[in-house]
């Protein structure tokens, strides 16, 4: 799964600090929390909570470190100047006041892979589209530069829809049965979740269940929009990065991946992460000839994302198809790797 894209705003091209600092403010009222700011608006650090790209010259600066190189482009000496910074900074911040897509593609072929992340200079929604999709991987992330706090509703859109999809296929049910007593964790996130949209957890990294949330009401419970009753503690659940984690390591402040049963993600915060003594229910599933499962609690507000929408587990059938992600080789402290690994 590819990266999520990356947004900064630039407050550092405006030429008054009112301006700036309104900037720097209605960006975070937005939810950005990645701001570039002046040398010499320190003081703007005092709005809130967030990481303040310094800019100082072409340097770029977090915390006192440098982490990137600001690099104009207006002629090729410009594009091999950029290039030779591959490897040598986190970021290259490339701007221009005239695009021309094909040199912007070069630099994407050159930087594809390598571990600085290449990243534009838009001051359009449209221009920011235009960069995420060029050469379909697109830039790593985009510097906005809005000329006015309004303008940056438009680019929180091109954010949301540049999340990656995940890939979700069917599995088919092949077991469900008692598991015993043991801890399971409950997500409560601060956000609103639409019926359909869960979180992928599983027993094995190779297959993933898409387990819904508590958006629909039940004959015994009132619904819960912002939860998802995740599984029990050994778990896995992706997460925004790509990477999983355990579901017992979440914890509140945590970003987790929100995803609906057509693949489409957003990242939410986790506002509480409960861990009870619960009844459990193990759940295999068949895809091709594998088998995969997920350990759930027994109760009937618990919901598989299938086909024809959320099924409770307690209505669940073997036979039943439900969405799942599978993906090949492994992963070591969560990250992805090209080894055989056998989980049962």
């Given at each position: 799964?590819?990266?999520?894209?990356?947004?900064?705003?630039?407050?550092?091209?405006?030429?008054?600090?009112?301006?700036?600092?309104k900037?720097?403010?209605?960006?975070?009222?937005?939810g950005?929390?990645?701001?570039?700011?002046?040398?010499?608006?320190?003081?703007?650090?005092?709005?809130?909570?967030?990481?303040?790209?310094?800019?100082?010259?072409?340097?770029?600066?977090?915390?006192?470190?440098?982490?990137?190189?600001?690099?104009?482009?207006?002629?090729?000496?410009?594009?091999?100047?950029?290039?030779?910074?591959?490897?040598?900074?986190?970021?290259?911040?490339?701007?221009?006041?005239d695009?021309?897509?094909?040199?912007?593609?070069?630099?994407?072929?050159?930087?594809?892979?390598?571990?600085?992340?290449?990243?534009?200079?838009?001051?359009?929604?449209?221009?920011?589209?235009?960069?995420?999709?060029?050469?379909?991987?697109?830039?790593?992330?985009?510097?906005?530069?809005?000329?006015?706090?309004?303008?940056?509703?438009?680019?929180?859109?091109?954010?949301?829809?540049?999340?990656?999809?995940?890939?979700?296929?069917?599995?088919?049910?092949?077991?469900?049965?008692?598991?015993?007593?043991?801890?399971?964790?409950?997500?409560?996130?601060?956000?609103?979740?639409?019926?359909?949209?869960?979180m992928l957890?599983?027993?094995?990294?190779?297959c993933?269940?898409?387990?819904?949330?508590?958006?629909?009401?039940?004959?015994?419970?009132a619904?819960?929009?912002?939860?998802?009753?995740?599984?029990?503690?050994?778990?896995?659940?992706?997460?925004?990065?790509?990477?999983?984690?355990?579901?017992?390591?979440?914890?509140?402040?945590?970003?987790?991946?929100?995803?609906?049963?057509?693949?489409?993600?957003?990242?939410?915060?986790?506002?509480?992460?409960?861990?009870?003594?619960?009844?459990?229910?193990?759940?295999?599933?068949?895809?091709?000839?594998?088998?995969?499962?997920?350990?759930?609690?027994?109760?009937?507000?618990?919901?598989?994302?299938?086909?024809?929408?959320?099924?409770?587990?307690?209505?669940?059938?073997?036979?039943?198809?439900?969405?799942?992600?599978?993906?090949?080789g492994?992963?070591?402290?969560?990250?992805?790797?090209?080894?055989?690994?056998?989980?049962?």
């Amino acid at each position: 799964m590819p990266s999520p894209k990356i947004i900064w705003v630039r407050s550092d091209h405006l030429p008054s600090y009112d301006e700036r600092k309104k900037i720097v403010s209605s960006a975070l009222e937005a939810g950005y929390v990645q701001i570039v700011i002046r040398d010499e608006d320190a003081e703007l650090k005092r709005l809130g909570r967030f990481d303040a790209l310094v800019i100082k010259g072409s340097s770029i600066s977090l915390d006192g470190e440098k982490v990137g190189e600001v690099v104009q482009i207006r002629s090729n000496d410009d594009l091999s100047r950029a290039s030779a910074l591959m490897g040598k900074v986190d970021s290259v911040l490339i701007e221009a006041k005239d695009w021309k897509v094909i040199p912007l593609e070069n630099l994407i072929a050159h930087f594809q892979g390598s571990n600085t992340k290449l990243m534009a200079t838009a001051s359009s929604p449209e221009e920011a589209k235009l960069f995420f999709e060029t050469l379909e991987v697109g830039v790593a992330g985009v510097a906005i530069e809005p000329s006015s706090p309004s303008k940056l509703i438009g680019f929180h859109v091109i954010h949301s829809d540049h999340m990656p999809r995940v890939d979700l296929t069917k599995a088919v049910v092949s077991r469900i049965a008692p598991a015993g007593v043991g801890d399971r964790v409950c997500l409560d996130t601060c956000s609103l979740l639409k019926v359909g949209e869960g979180m992928l957890v599983g027993s094995q990294s190779a297959c993933l269940f898409l387990v819904s949330s508590e958006s629909l009401e039940s004959e015994y419970v009132a619904s819960r929009p912002f939860r998802v009753n995740a599984g029990a503690v050994h778990a896995y659940a992706l997460m925004p990065t790509g990477k999983t984690r355990y579901l017992s390591e979440i914890k509140s402040g945590d970003e987790v991946l929100a995803i609906d049963s057509e693949g489409k993600c957003r990242t939410v915060v986790i506002g509480r992460s409960k861990i009870e003594r619960r009844p459990l229910l193990l759940l295999e599933a068949k895809a091709g000839e594998r088998k995969f499962s997920t350990i759930l609690q027994n109760a009937e507000t618990i919901r598989m994302c299938t086909p024809n929408g959320p099924v409770s587990i307690s209505d669940l059938k073997v036979g039943q198809e439900v969405l799942v992600r599978l993906e090949e080789g492994g992963r070591h402290f969560g990250q992805a790797i090209s080894e055989t690994i056998t989980e049962l």
